[in-house]
């Protein structure tokens, strides 16, 4: 089917238009924003649509989904880095008792897929500024601002995405779902 022949689901405008979105190609409607097209793509532009109004990344948003998917876990805030402040990406974590062996099973996919990773990653006990007891999960070094380059920033970047899969992948495994 032609885009000009498809019709919005959302509010049966015919006539979806091309568009480029997350990196992946999508039909939208120039009335209501309404998406059609291939399933997947769809999915993954309202992921980034999600992403962008909560100010994450995509690929930061769907490490902070499986975190919050984690009993016991949950996400105080959470950071893309950036290179012209000197900061890492990060991710903020409140945990109660279940959370805190949630940790532990995180911590081991770190170091199970520390050879996927191309930084050393860890998970840090903070006391935020309001005062709160937080577990930060970030790179495993300090750089002073203007020290940390964007070719580090992509790899921080790259494992993020990284971290997203393999945590979504171990948490339907055995071993984390049997103590849990
Ligand atoms: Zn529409």
């Given at each position: 089917m032609r885009p000009e022949d498809t019709i919005c689901?959302?509010?049966?405008?015919?006539g979806l238009q091309e568009s480029l979105e997350a990196g992946v190609r999508v039909l939208e409607c120039p009335l209501c924003g309404g998406l059609g097209g291939d399933d997947e793509a769809v999915n993954r532009v309202l992921l980034a649509r999600e992403a962008g109004e909560r100010g994450f990344s995509l690929d930061l948003f769907l490490l902070v989904r499986e975190l919050e998917a984690c009993r016991g876990?949950?996400?105080?805030?959470?950071?893309?880095?950036?290179?012209?402040r000197g900061s890492w990406p990060r991710v903020e974590?409140?945990?109660d008792r279940k959370g805190?062996?949630?940790?532990?099973?995180?911590?081991?996919t770190l170091q199970i897929h520390r050879r996927e990773l191309e930084l050393s990653w860890r998970i840090e006990?903070?006391?935020?500024?309001s005062g709160l007891l937080v577990h930060t999960l970030r790179p495993d070094f300090w750089s002073p601002p203007g020290r940390l380059t964007p070719e580090d920033l992509e790899?921080?970047?790259r494992d993020v995405s990284t971290l997203a899969r393999v945590v979504?992948?171990?948490?339907?495994?055995?071993?984390?779902?049997s103590i849990s």
């Amino acid at each position: 089917m032609r885009p000009e022949d498809t019709i919005c689901e959302e509010c049966g405008h015919r006539g979806l238009q091309e568009s480029l979105e997350a990196g992946v190609r999508v039909l939208e409607c120039p009335l209501c924003g309404g998406l059609g097209g291939d399933d997947e793509a769809v999915n993954r532009v309202l992921l980034a649509r999600e992403a962008g109004e909560r100010g994450f990344s995509l690929d930061l948003f769907l490490l902070v989904r499986e975190l919050e998917a984690c009993r016991g876990i949950r996400v105080v805030t959470a950071e893309d880095g950036d290179a012209w402040r000197g900061s890492w990406p990060r991710v903020e974590m409140e945990v109660d008792r279940k959370g805190l062996r949630q940790l532990s099973f995180l911590l081991r996919t770190l170091q199970i897929h520390r050879r996927e990773l191309e930084l050393s990653w860890r998970i840090e006990l903070q006391l935020s500024p309001s005062g709160l007891l937080v577990h930060t999960l970030r790179p495993d070094f300090w750089s002073p601002p203007g020290r940390l380059t964007p070719e580090d920033l992509e790899r921080a970047e790259r494992d993020v995405s990284t971290l997203a899969r393999v945590v979504s992948l171990d948490r339907g495994l055995d071993w984390w779902v049997s103590i849990s």
